[in-house]
């Protein structure tokens, strides 16, 4: 079996693992959706306790349109909500807020693998957008080394994959402490935040696996025509 055969075979199921954790997690945070916390809590309440009591008072939090597109933006620091986490007091609203005041923490204690991804991040995004235009143009003229720095380039996006995998666990692990020690949840309801936590966390470990592979098969490539 030749190398390129066998790196198709292992992409194509990891492709395939990727699509699925994206079906995944909607399923799972639209089933938890349904189920309110004891607490009556809603996701904009847990976010700005847990953020007052790390002493992050300036910390804004945002209410932002379409679902699940809650993040934590380092340079202005400020938490976006998605409406229905905003709002919402379901075990997912207030998971789903309280990972994302994790990232906040991690920033305040500059956490290193959040340090070190926003450190690269200038890096990755100008690396992201032309390496996929030199590995083609390598290819279509026959350019060994055009190839090899757009490889190059694409290790680095790969590498900032891996970063984030470390910075999202840990934001999760953070958030469930948090909220069961103050009370957001119950003992009982954890388990409803694990498996919306573990559900997000999925799709960053599907898309860093098709990109390693990917990257494996772009040096195998490579090292057959050098």
């Known amino acids: 079996m030749s190398f390129n055969v066998l790196m198709y075979i292992l992409i194509i199921p990891a492709f395939i693992l990727t699509i699925w954790a994206q079906f995944r997690v909607k399923g799972t945070y639209n089933k938890w959706r349904e189920v309110q916390v004891n607490s009556g809590i809603t996701g904009y309440q847990a976010a700005r306790h847990m953020l007052d009591t790390h002493g992050l008072h300036d910390v804004q939090i945002i209410s932002v349109p379409g679902m699940l597109s809650d993040h934590y933006n380092p340079i202005n620091r400020t938490v976006a909500l998605s409406e229905d986490v905003y709002y919402g007091n379901s075990i997912s609203s207030v998971s789903v807020a309280c990972h994302e005041i994790g990232h906040a923490i991690q ?5 290193p693998m959040l340090s070190l991804r926003h450190r690269i991040f200038p890096v990755v995004n100008f690396a992201s957008g032309v390496a996929p235009f030199l590995i083609l143009g390598g290819f279509l003229f026959s350019a060994t080394g055009l190839i090899g720095v757009g490889i190059l380039f694409f290790a680095v996006t790969v590498l900032f994959q891996l970063i984030t995998l470390p910075v999202e666990f840990n934001a999760s692990n953070r958030a469930r ?14 388990r409803g935040v694990g498996k919306v936590l573990n559900a997000a966390a999925l799709t960053y470990v599907a898309a860093a696996l098709v990109s390693l592979l990917e990257l494996i098969r772009l040096i195998g490539i490579f090292n057959s025509r050098d």
């Open 107 to 111: 920033h305040k204690e500059a956490y």
């Open 177 to 190: 402490d948090i909220m069961v020690s103050e009370g957001y949840v119950t003992n009982e309801e954890e």
